[in-house]
């Protein structure tokens, strides 16, 4: 499976951006996929993840009400609507897919990474 993140940029806080993810070479469907994000000096973090069904989400607090997570199978793309952004909100923002399980939080249970793109939020 091969995963190809877009959508980051540079924008002011309170703005709005759309990330998304393009899966290839395997059946997306099939596939629990998230978003993690790392900013400058810290460790990965869980930001949000959809099931293979899509019928649920699970959100990090800190983006909760401001951040959805969908996901289109025909397109085989998910995508991270992240609005109401803050300063904090910047990092290298990777999507990622599943295999097997449904470990939504844990970075390690995830089996394909993409190479991530790059959120700049400015005050």
């Known amino acids: 499976v091969q995963l190809q993140a877009s959508g980051g940029g540079l924008v002011q806080a309170g703005e709005s951006l759309r990330l998304s993810c393009g899966g290839s070479?395997?059946?997306?469907?099939?596939?629990?996929m998230g978003w993690f994000r790392q900013a400058p000096g810290k460790e990965r973090e869980f930001v949000a993840a959809?099931?293979?069904?899509?019928?649920?989400?699970y959100y990090a607090e800190s983006v909760k009400g401001r951040f959805t997570i969908s996901r289109d199978s025909a397109k085989n793309t998910v995508y991270l609507q992240m609005n109401s952004l803050k300063p904090e909100d910047t990092a290298v923002y990777y999507c990622?897919?599943?295999?097997?399980?449904?470990?939504?939080?844990?970075?390690?249970?995830?089996?394909?990474w993409g190479q991530g793109t790059l959120v700049t939020v400015s005050s």
């Open positions: 990622a897919a599943q295999i097997r399980g449904n470990y939504y939080y844990t970075p390690s249970r995830y089996n394909y």
């Open positions: 070479g395997g059946t997306f469907s099939s596939l629990v």
């Open positions: 959809i099931s293979r069904s899509a019928v649920n989400t």
